[in-house]
């Protein structure tokens, strides 16, 4: 059954206003399903749940939280197929590549089940006065989650094991392009064991509205936000009125350096996966292709050879490698970026035309000879094109990579170790793939510097985010 309601309290509900809106399916532009739209009532109800759970939740032992979640994984595991079909019909991501999603979505569950058992404190005596320090971790409040439409499972599932780990109770906003995967989540929740309350799904086209008003509640203390960096400073901006704890998981620019002594096979299969994943609808695609000037024309031709191999179309179908892209506005704006960097003087290595028909479709594209000032350099291109440079010096390439507001993550290919983790420590990003096109993983600490975040989600600390230390000191 494909649930279109709010989820508050354990119930599915119509929105108080009764107002609804459509969910588009990118490979068709048919309408899938209408889904009710939440507005400030609703907001409010599912407040009142939130705060209602927390109790009982935060005082449960670790192992009863820690074995629900485990549940959950077994759930969603068993379940991959069904949460890949309604990922890739939402979304528009290659079948093959919704599966992927959906595995990495359940190994949250499966990671925090195991974190939660390691809040740990902390005793220890106070050097000068001799009193105990105690240090101890707690459950912060209520969080609300804001999760965007690239990934509709797995935003959702780094977001709400962690904090079911530390004890919180939570408030979702789906993107409105891709609500139904989170939605279709909600039973399996509790199936697992979760109680009624604890976690709450509000789709809505009033987003801003919603959330704003979801964050001057003082029973929030917790925001976490994955998006835009646009958005993420206006989010940051109405979390400081109740000065709020804010996780933060915004824009990237990706830089993808290949060096002379690379392996250029390797470096190709990474710089697909880096490109490709996701169709390139992800703040760590590769963005900007920095490859020496020695190995430039070697990587260009193999790469493009790889780019050319893809097949495009529906996900729904077998043998799709690429899907459309998640609606109009996106397709246009990389077809903007593409423009502008042909006009500028880039060479138009592969792809670059619109098909005709339905859907928002956009072919495999590289581009080569890409100059600085193209916008394609400057600004997320969240698509599968490929803007390639070439460098010779070091330094040179290790600046223009850093000369960016963003700093989410970077990929480094060269078979001397030395010189790339010399390199993967110059540059300023919060994660950086070597000799790899794959960052994400849950059990890593995921985020960047600049101005692509705050905090960290996966690894021990994405728990923490959801947590606040309390230090107590103490004589006995």
Same mark, same amino acid.
């Given at each position: 059954?494909?649930?279109?309601?709010?989820?508050?309290d354990?119930?599915?509900?119509d929105?108080?206003?009764?107002?609804?809106?459509?969910?588009?399916?990118?490979?068709?532009e048919?309408?899938?399903?209408?889904?009710?739209?939440?507005?400030?009532?609703?907001?409010?109800?599912?407040?009142?749940?939130a705060?209602?759970?927390?109790?009982?939740?935060?005082?449960?032992?670790?192992?009863?939280?820690?074995?629900?979640?485990?549940?959950?994984?077994?759930?969603?595991?068993?379940?991959?197929?069904?949460?890949?079909?309604?990922?890739?019909?939402?979304?528009?991501?290659?079948r093959?590549?919704?599966v992927?999603?959906?595995?990495?979505?359940?190994?949250?569950?499966?990671?925090?089940?195991?974190?939660?058992?390691?809040?740990?404190?902390?005793?220890?005596?106070?050097?000068s006065?001799?009193?105990?320090?105690?240090?101890?971790?707690?459950p912060?409040?209520?969080?609300?989650?804001v999760?965007?439409?690239?990934y509709?499972?797995?935003?959702?599932?780094?977001?709400?094991?962690?904090?079911?780990?530390?004890?919180?109770?939570?408030?979702?906003?789906?993107?409105?392009?891709?609500?139904?995967? @989170? *939605? =279709?989540?909600?039973?399996? !929740?509790? /199936? #697992?064991?979760?109680?009624?309350?604890?976690?709450? $799904?509000?789709?809505?086209?009033?987003?801003?509205r919603l959330?704003?008003?979801?964050?001057?509640?003082?029973?929030?203390?917790?925001?976490?936000?994955?998006?835009?960096?646009?958005?993420?400073?206006?989010?940051?901006?109405?979390?400081?009125?109740?000065?709020?704890?804010?996780?933060?998981?915004?824009?990237?620019?990706?830089?993808?350096i290949?060096?002379?002594?690379?392996?250029?096979?390797?470096?190709?299969?990474?710089? @697909? *996966? =880096?490109?490709m994943?996701? !169709?390139? /609808? #992800?703040?760590?695609?590769?963005?900007?292709f920095? $490859?020496h000037?020695?190995?430039?024309?070697?990587?260009t031709?193999?790469?493009c050879a790889a780019m050319?191999?893809?097949?495009?179309?529906?996900g729904?179908?077998?043998?799709?490698?690429?899907?459309?892209?998640?609606?109009?506005?996106?397709?246009?704006?990389?077809?903007?970026?593409v423009?502008?960097?042909?006009?500028?003087?880039?060479?138009?290595?592969?792809?670059?035309?619109?098909?005709n028909?339905?859907?928002?479709?956009?072919?495999?594209?590289?581009?080569?000879?890409?100059?600085?000032?193209?916008?394609?350099?400057?600004?997320?291109?969240?698509?599968?094109?490929?803007?390639?440079?070439?460098?010779t010096d070091?330094?040179?390439?290790?600046?223009?990579?850093?000369?960016?507001e963003?700093?989410?993550?970077?990929?480094?290919?060269?078979?001397?170790?030395?010189?790339?983790?010399?390199?993967?420590?110059?540059?300023?990003?919060?994660?950086?793939g070597?000799?790899?096109?794959?960052?994400?993983?849950?059990?890593?600490?995921?985020?960047g510097?600049?101005?692509?975040?705050?905090?960290?989600?996966?690894?021990?600390?994405?728990?923490?985010?959801?947590?606040?230390?309390?230090?107590?000191?103490?004589?006995?």
């Amino acid at each position: 059954m494909q649930h279109t309601n709010l989820y508050i309290d354990g119930q599915w509900r119509d929105a108080a206003s009764g107002d609804r809106f459509d969910v588009i399916n990118p490979a068709t532009e048919e309408t899938i399903a209408s889904v009710a739209s939440a507005d400030l009532a609703d907001a409010d109800a599912a407040l009142d749940a939130a705060q209602a759970a927390f109790g009982v939740w935060a005082a449960k032992k670790p192992r009863e939280r820690s074995e629900i979640l485990r549940k959950a994984w077994e759930l969603m595991t068993a379940r991959l197929d069904e949460f890949a079909q309604l990922i890739t019909l939402e979304n528009g991501k290659a079948r093959a590549d919704a599966v992927g999603e959906a595995a990495y979505a359940a190994e949250f569950f499966r990671w925090f089940a195991e974190e939660a058992v390691r809040a740990d404190g902390m005793i220890t005596h106070a050097p000068s006065s001799g009193a105990r320090i105690v240090v101890q971790h707690k459950p912060a409040g209520i969080a609300v989650l804001v999760t965007p439409w690239n990934y509709p499972a797995a935003m959702g599932t780094r977001k709400i094991a962690p904090a079911l780990a530390a004890g919180c109770p939570v408030i979702i906003k789906p993107a409105s392009e891709t609500p139904l995967t @989170m *939605l =279709a989540l909600m039973p399996l !929740l509790e /199936e #697992a064991g979760v109680p009624k309350g604890l976690v709450n $799904v509000l789709p809505s086209k009033k987003s801003g509205r919603l959330v704003d008003h979801m964050l001057h509640d003082p029973r929030v203390r917790v925001i976490s936000f994955t998006g835009s960096t646009e958005v993420g400073r206006k989010l940051l901006h109405s979390a400081a009125d109740q000065v709020l704890k804010p996780a933060m998981e915004l824009g990237g620019n990706a830089p993808l350096i290949v060096f002379e002594d690379a392996d250029i096979d390797k470096a190709v299969t990474g710089a @697909m *996966l =880096a490109k490709m994943r996701n !169709l390139g /609808e #992800a703040c760590t695609a590769a963005n900007r292709f920095y $490859v020496h000037e020695a190995v430039s024309q070697e990587f260009t031709s193999k790469f493009c050879a790889a780019m050319a191999a893809l097949t495009m179309g529906n996900g729904m179908e077998d043998g799709i490698d690429v899907g459309p892209l998640v609606n109009a506005d996106t397709r246009d704006k990389v077809a903007a970026f593409v423009a502008d960097a042909v006009a500028k003087g880039a060479r138009l290595e592969l792809g670059g035309i619109l098909p005709n028909g339905k859907g928002y479709y956009y072919p495999p594209t590289v581009l080569s000879n890409v100059p600085e000032t193209a916008d394609c350099v400057n600004d997320e291109i969240f698509g599968p094109v490929a803007a390639i440079q070439s460098f010779t010096d070091e330094d040179d390439v290790i600046r223009r990579a850093n000369n960016t507001e963003y700093g989410l993550v970077a990929y480094v290919f060269s078979e001397n170790m030395k010189r790339a983790m010399q390199v993967c420590e110059r540059l300023e990003y919060g994660m950086v793939g070597l000799n790899r096109g794959l960052v994400s993983d849950p059990a890593a600490p995921f985020g960047g510097v600049k101005q692509s975040g705050l905090g960290r989600e996966g690894g021990h600390e994405g728990m923490l985010e959801f947590m606040e230390t309390q230090y107590i000191s103490a004589e006995w």
